[in-house]
Nanobody
Framework: QVQLAESGGGSVQAGGSLRLSCART????????MGWFRQAPGKEREGVAA???????KYIDSVKGRFTISRDNAINTLYLQMNSLEPEDTAMYYC???????????????????????WGKGTLVTISS
């Protein structure tokens, strides 16, 4: 059974940086569409960044130039480097994987999308002003 486990969340001041990690266990398949989502209290889950199997990435406008999604297939780990953090970035962050999503990059910018095949349990990011 595939499992995703996020780590790296925490509390930082505005302008700071965090790097989230998502470790995948349970298989050695490396052709997953991968994504990072976030959900703030009272808001829908939002697709933040997507990484397709060919390396194509897509981000929502509010994080472009500040966040970078990447993966290390050798250790089955997905990352989200977050720089210049803002209070508006405060949320629970989830990683997700899907082996059959034909248009991976579409997940960036979605609201209320829960259709990914596998989800982690989330890691909390809190940004103070």
């Amino acid at each position: 059974q595939v499992q995703l486990a996020e780590s790296g969340g925490g509390s930082v001041q505005a302008g700071g940086s965090l790097r989230l990690s998502c470790a995948r266990t349970g298989d050695s398949y490396n052709n997953y569409c991968m994504g990072w989502f976030r959900q703030a209290p009272g808001k829908e889950r939002e697709g933040v960044a997507a990484l397709d199997t060919d390396g194509t990435t897509k981000y929502i406008d509010s994080v472009k130039g500040r966040f970078t999604i990447s993966r290390d297939n050798a250790i089955n780990t997905l990352y989200l480097q977050m720089n210049s953090l803002e209070p508006e970035d405060t949320a629970m962050y989830y990683c997700a994987a899907d082996s059959a999503l034909s248009l991976c990059t579409m997940i960036a910018g979605t609201h209320g999308y829960y259709g990914m095949e596998f989800w982690g349990k989330g890691t909390l990011v809190t940004i103070s002003s």
